[in-house]
């Protein structure tokens, strides 16, 4: 009897052998990999595409002088709140919510557009009340509202700094009710 019973634990012992062996290359191969993807690449960073080089990216060195300002990479500067207002529409009038992003090129032009910020929602704000719900329900609405967003900041920065320093005026968000 005792003989069967030390027979029946050598052969569990063996029969675990090489599962532990498994476990335990399994355990080391994971190791080693993490160990290689974590810690084997460069140091240096991988650059992203806004940080490409002007002839990387396909811009050509020489640009028109009207195109000075759209050279460099493009940067966007949010506007701290949300525009909310009130337009008049022939049924009834409308409350209204834009969320705005200026895309500005150089970190010069984006200084100078984080300096000005009350000027610009001033005038952006001005610009979007003068606008009607019948309007804004339209895409072309907006994108006309969007356009004239663009004149008017450029015209009043421009005046004040002497240059054209955003480019686009994105909405992020826009809601009517």
């Known amino acids: 009897m005792a003989e069967e019973e030390l027979q029946i634990e050598e052969s569990g012992k063996k029969s675990k052998l090489p599962l532990i062996v498994i476990v335990v290359v399994a355990l080391l191969g994971a190791g080693g990999a993490a160990w290689y ?53 022939t049924g009834r009038d409308r409350l ?16 100078m557009a984080k300096m000005h910020i009350p000027l610009i ?14 309007e804004l329900i339209t895409e072309a609405g907006k994108v006309a509202l969007r356009e004239r967003a663009v004149t008017e900041v450029q015209k009043v920065l421009n005046e004040t ?17």
């Open 37 to 89: 993807f974590l810690f084997s690449g460069s140091d240096e960073p991988v650059p992203q595409d806004s940080e490409l080089t002007q002839q990387e990216a396909g811009v050509s060195d020489e640009a028109p002088a009207g195109d000075k300002a759209k050279m460099g990479s493009a940067l966007y500067v949010p506007m701290p709140r949300p525009f909310t207002f009130n337009v008049p529409g």
């Open 121 to 134: 929602e001033g005038t952006l704000l001005q610009v979007f009340s003068a606008s009607s719900a019948d």
């Open 161 to 177: 700094v002497g240059a054209d320093v955003v480019e686009q005026v994105l909405f992020t968000g826009f809601v009517m009710q």
């Open 96 to 111: 209204v919510e834009i969320k705005v992003q200026l895309m500005v090129r150089g970190s010069d032009n984006e200084e």
